[in-house]
């Protein structure tokens, strides 16, 4: 009964295999060769695991001579022949170029993950900030009148490689995007970097990967992998300056925004709001999830998040502000309309 | 005998009569180089001082020579004035006829002393700016003077008004509210007046304040144009008569194109400093201040159009060119300095030009019908910029001292507040120098993301400064413009913040931070008298012709300014980060002086 | 009669099978060594108490208008609390308290690293300071940041005259070398006697 019940959770196992966020996914350049070597080592390390076991139950089917304990008679003492010898030759053989393949297969992946952009080809260029517990990421060009930024969402096109730079504001956090390529961290006072060259148009789900405290559970990033046009489509309707209030309950919320708490923090472009230490908020209907991945975007969660955000990420730098009922609305309606 | 005393008699009174004549001298022969002040800017000599720079040229010059070499050891306290006030008084007396005007800095009073009565007060102005502007003022709640004309004074609050108020008796003629404090912008500028118009620029480029010039009409106050320094072509008064020398200025929309967007709306290019006016050409010229914020980071691009200098038509404020001294400037080197115009030989040639010690460290000679530049040379240690490429007038930086976010740059010299501020330079046509006030300091910067909050500042860096190599922390220094080169250099313990005075007697006069209040001779630079007076200097001496025929002298004491807070604001200097690094290169002034506020004139004895 | 002390043996076996002789029982502490456990657990948990209790939500328990009477309850909870101070640490350069007061040695705004305080050194006056602002030049915050975010700068900028108790201080600072660390620094006491009485200074 025990044993049956200690099987169930092999069940579960193939989850881990399919998704938007998984190590199994292939999705990106970087995350289909990693997947690529993690097949070979599969491979090579279960044939030889195959062929230990093989001997193991061989060695113990052919045992000479019984004690009554089980154990080997010492005096008996097995025979020697040059079958034994070629085996033991060839099970070396085996061994070493196995293992000289793996090393090989290691070789050549560490080679391909070094030069992510072969071809010289231009690339998307976006900054990536990690703050407790939120992704501050900012788009750049040529042209710097054409730059913007978003918050926890990252848009790329498929088949471009995209240079992300990563940088910190206070403790370690780690990008992580399993289907498209592995960890990078972002360490404060340095710029590291990253390349991804996504292959496949989706939705998939990137994670912060070293604890960064007590909401790093919740700090997640929304990776969308759009077609050329759409990237294109996409870029050009951030770029554009904040939509302006029109229901008398959206110039309301404005205006709480604007001379309350939430422009002392969050910049909404266009406005007079343009502080920098909290997300971005000029398109936040645009983005899937808010606060980094814990809620998904509408109503109901933009209401609960606004009112009480310490009750749903405790922790959180965006304070408890006890807006009342009708502030709540006001501002909700405001945001709402932040296309 | 009778003869022999005769003749001492004569000899005698011709002497008297030679020395109480104080008028235009000939110029010195040997070391002239030709350069002199545009002759339609500057002048003849009339014993007045009616704009803090003396002139629209800027020569800050006075043909007086009753005071000079051979007699200024002998120069004696004729009267003071105590202000009352205590904070840094940046402001220059100004005299007219036998009225002398002086301006405080906030609460901004303005004091009318009757010189024929041994400068006794005959009315004051009190305007009564906001107290919340003390807030929002980023170095000291200075003001750098009145201008005086035809029968007003013209002068700027800090909580942004401009007032009009008659000279005779003190009364308001008209007032306009031109600056918002709440959006952290103030005014400390001297305006300068011209053509039936009042020419005022705003203050607030750590504050996250989009800059301006206005004129506004002399008599009614009203605003006749304002020219933004930062924006649409629209909005800067960028028309078809604009024809900037280099390519890197011409475009459309560049105040827009090289920020980020919405950056420019709150990218500084404050106007803070001085104008120079050119009565021929009819044009005014000025420059620009820092972008905001401090860490240049958060603004790529070349940040038009700040740190610049443009040159406008005094009556429509069409600009006509624009060069930019720093682009996307790394350093706060707001180029708001003053500009002198002169004449002078340019490659064998009578140019005119406009001479100009830029805040990064370069001695600008830029022809002001063009805006071309000539020469930039190095007036002191520069270790972060490498020379002006005068094909392309682009300067060229030093790629390991660019402040980057996550780690401090260090030994960036000149320090923020450049190899010279505000404080103003003085030329003289007899020796045909530029006698320029100005500093040896070098800082460490680390830079981080500013948080924009409307009314707070907008800065992004923490800095610490220290002296500069050497060791002194000043350095008065002789400049020729037309062979480029220092003539002679005076080192100084202290930062100079004061400005310069040069007379027809061969006289440079300023004064230091601890209070000496000293002449040098203007051809050799060896001190030829000094005094130490209550407080530290860093206003602007003038001189002038009394009611009774002779020469005085006159300064205003009152350390503070950015470099005096220590002092005036009594900050601590145990943090070195404190005013913008000022306090670290200034820990032993609280040693050195005191907090002042006290006019004193000099003069010879009968 | 056994000393209260005397430990008693506690073994299992941990390889059940090996060696010889049957599985010793485990034996349950005498009460000797329970009460000394307990003694210990006591002792240890005490200083650990208040150093870094957190209220994330932290509403605040009453109308923070009036502050004529002296002790308010509150600067207990965020005067000597670690994590008010960090919390106010972050929220002085976030809301540019730095911008004018850099770290704590002034320029556009008084030094807050000395003795002297010009509307008073208590939590409830700095407080007040922060939230409805002062007639020279202080801006008022009660519309732009909450009423905890105004404690935990109060608790911040009193340990930049190093004020609270020594453990609660911020050991660094996250800026570039400026002063030494609170931590290093001799405590000012504040008395009433050095706020400085109104219209002394020249301002």
């Known amino acids: 009964m025990i044993r049956r019940v200690a099987l169930l959770p092999l069940l579960a196992a193939p989850a881990g295999c399919g998704g938007l966020q998984t190590i199994g996914g292939r999705e990106g350049r970087d995350a289909a060769i990693i997947n690529d070597l993690f097949t070979i080592f599969c491979i090579v390390t279960a044939l030889f695991f195959v062929a230990v076991m093989a ?26 022949t040059g079958a034994l010898r070629i085996a033991l030759a060839v099970w070396t053989g085996a061994v070493v170029a196995g293992l000289v393949g793996l090393a090989l297969a290691s070789y050549f992946t560490d080679r391909s993950l070094a030069y992510p952009n072969p071809g010289n080809r231009p690339v998307v260029s976006i900054e990536l900030i990690g703050n407790q517990w939120w992704w501050d990421v900012r788009y750049h060009f040529q042209d710097p009148s054409k730059n913007f930024r978003t918050a926890n969402e990252l848009h790329l096109p498929a088949g471009s490689p995209a240079m992300v730079y990563l940088k910190a504001n206070d403790v370690i956090h780690s990008f992580w995007v399993p ?26 789900r990137g994670q912060c990967a070293e604890y960064c405290g007590l909401q790093h559970a919740h700090m997640a990033l929304d990776v969308i992998v759009d077609s050329p046009q759409d990237f294109a489509r996409w870029m050009e309707s951030q770029s554009r300056p904040a939509t302006t209030p029109a229901t008398p309950r959206q110039i309301a919320g404005y205006d709480f925004f604007m001379n309350r708490q939430c422009s002392s923090c969050h910049a909404v472009a266009g406005t007079r709001a343009g502080a920098g230490v909290g997300p971005d908020l000029t398109h936040l209907m645009s983005r899937k999830t808010i606060a980094a991945g814990t809620l998904p975007n509408g109503t109901g969660p933009l209401h609960a998040w606004i009112a009480d955000p310490q009750g749903v990420k405790p922790g959180t730098n965006m304070p408890y502000i006890g807006l009342n009922a009708d502030e709540l609305h006001n501002v909700v309606a405001y945001l709402e309309s932040l296309k | 005998m009778a003869d022999r005393h005769g003749a001492h008699f004569l000899a005698a009174i011709l002497a008297a009569l030679l020395l109480s004549f104080a008028g235009f001298a000939a110029p010195l022969a040997a070391q002239q180089n030709g350069a002199r002040p545009a002759s339609s800017a500057s002048p003849a000599e009339d014993g007045q001082w009616t704009m803090p720079s003396k002139d629209y040229a800027s020569t800050r010059y006075s043909g ?20 009352h006030n205590r904070k840094g008084h940046e402001a220059a007396p100004l005299v007219v006829g036998n009225m002398m005007y002086l301006t405080t800095p906030y609460p901004n009073h303005i004091w009318a002393l009757d010189l024929a009565k041994g400068g006794r007060p005959v009315w004051v102005f009190r305007p009564h700016p906001q107290p919340a502007s003390q807030g929002v003022a980023c170095c000291d709640v200075v003001n750098r003077g009145a201008v005086y004309s035809n029968g007003r004074l013209f002068f700027t609050t800090l909580d942004g008004m401009v007032y009009a108020i008659d000279a005779r008796s003190g009364r308001q003629i008209w007032g306009t509210k031109l600056g918002d404090i709440s959006r952290g912008e103030t005014i400390t500028m001297s305006p300068l007046v011209a053509e039936g118009k009042v020419l005022v620029g705003n203050s607030g480029g750590e504050m996250g304040v989009r800059g301006w010039l206005v004129a506004l009409d002399a008599g009614s106050g009203r605003i006749a144009w304002k020219a933004f320094s930062t924006g649409p072509d629209k909005d800067v008064l960028i028309g078809p008569r604009f024809k900037p020398w280099y390519a890197s200025d011409r475009g459309t929309d560049l105040g827009v194109h090289t920020w980020p967007p919405e950056q420019w709306k709150i990218g500084g290019g404050t106007v803070w400093g001085w104008i120079s006016y050119d009565p021929k050409l009819k044009m005014i010229y000025y420059g620009t201040g820092n972008p905001g914020p401090w860490n240049p980071q958060q603004r790529p691009g070349d940040n038009k159009w700040t740190t610049g200098v443009f040159a406008r038509d005094i009556a429509t404020g069409e600009a006509r060119w624009f060069y930019q001294s720093s682009p996307h400037d790394l350093f706060d080197h707001d180029d708001i300095n003053e500009q002198v115009l002169l004449d002078m030989p340019v490659n064998g040639r009578m140019t005119p030009v406009l001479v100009r010690p830029g805040r990064n460290g370069y001695m600008y000679v830029i022809d002001r019908r063009t805006g071309q530049v000539y020469s930039a040379d190095a007036f002191g240690f520069i270790n972060s910029m490498d020379g002006v490429d005068l094909a392309t007038g682009r300067l060229r930086m030093v790629k390991d001292k660019e402040p980057k976010e996550g780690r401090v740059t260090r030994n960036i010299c000149p320090t923020a507040s450049g190899v010279k501020d505000w404080n103003p330079s003085a030329f003289s046509p007899r020796t045909g120098l530029l006698y320029v006030p100005h500093e040896n300091l070098c800082m460490d910067e680390g830079v981080f993301e500013a948080n924009y909050i409307s009314g707070t500042p907008y800065v992004g860096a923490e800095v610490k ?8 922390r000043g350095v008065f220094t002789a400049w020729d413009p037309v062979r480029r080169k220092a003539v002679w250099e005076f080192n100084e313990n202290l930062p100079l913040w004061s400005g310069a005075l040069a007379t027809g007697g061969d006289l440079v006069f300023y004064g230091t931070m601890d209070g000496w209040f000293k002449a040098l001779d203007a051809v050799t630079g060896k001190q030829l008298w000094a005094r130490k007076l209550d407080s530290g200097i860093i206003s602007q001496p003038v001189t002038y012709r009394g009611p009774d025929g002779r020469q005085y002298v006159a300064v205003v004491t009152g350390v503070g300014g950015w470099m005096g807070a220590i002092v005036s604001a009594q900050l601590d200097p145990r943090d070195p980060t404190a005013a913008l690094g000022a306090v670290n290169a200034m820990k032993d002034l609280p040693g ?15 | 009669m056994s000393s209260p002390f005397r430990a008693r043996a506690v073994g299992m076996r941990l390889f059940p099978g090996e060696g010889r002789g049957p599985a010793v029982r485990p034996v349950p502490l005498g ?28 509403q605040p328990k009453a109308e923070t208008k009036s502050f004529v009477t002296s002790g308010d309850p509150r600067s207990a909870e965020y005067e000597n609390n670690a994590f008010h101070i960090a919390q106010g640490q972050k929220w002085y350069g976030w809301f540019n308290c730095s911008g004018c007061h850099f770290h704590g040695g002034g320029g556009m705004g008084p030094p807050l690293m000395d003795e002297q305080w010009i509307y008073g050194g208590r939590m409830e006056d700095i407080v007040a300071s922060i939230l409805y602002g002062r007639p020279n030049g202080m801006p008022d915050w009660h519309d732009k940041i909450t009423e905890q975010q105004a404690w935990e700068l109060a608790a911040y900028v009193k340990s930049l005259s190093a004020q609270p108790r020594q453990d609660a201080l911020s050991a660094r600072a996250d800026e570039m070398s400026n002063s030494e660390p609170q931590t290093l620094q001799g405590r000012k006491k504040v008395v009433p006697e050095n706020m400085a009485p109104p219209g002394s200074e020249d301002r």
Do not use: S
């Open chain 1, 179 to 204: 289907n498209l390529a592995g960890k990078q961290d972002l360490i404060p006072g340095r710029v590291n970097d990253i390349v991804l060259l996504p292959t496949k148009v989706g939705h998939y």
């Open chain 2, 592 to 606: 050195l002086t005191q907090p002042g506020g006290k006019l004193y004139v000099f003069t010879l004895p009968r």
């Open chain 2, 64 to 83: 007086l020579n009753q005071v000079d070499r051979a007699n200024v050891g002998r120069l004696k306290l004729a009267f003071t004035f105590d202000t």
């Open chain 3, 31 to 58: 009460p000797g060594l329970r009460r000394g456990t307990t003694l210990l657990a006591l002792l240890l948990a005490l200083p650990a108490c208040d150093r870094e209790q957190r209220d994330m939500a932290g």
């Open chain 1, 55 to 80: 001997f193991l139950f061989a060695a113990y089917w052919r045992r000479k001579g019984h004690r009554r304990d089980g154990m080997p008679d010492p005096l008996e003492v097995p025979a020697r």
């Open chain 2, 465 to 472: 400064m220290y002296a500069g190599p050497g060791g002194h």
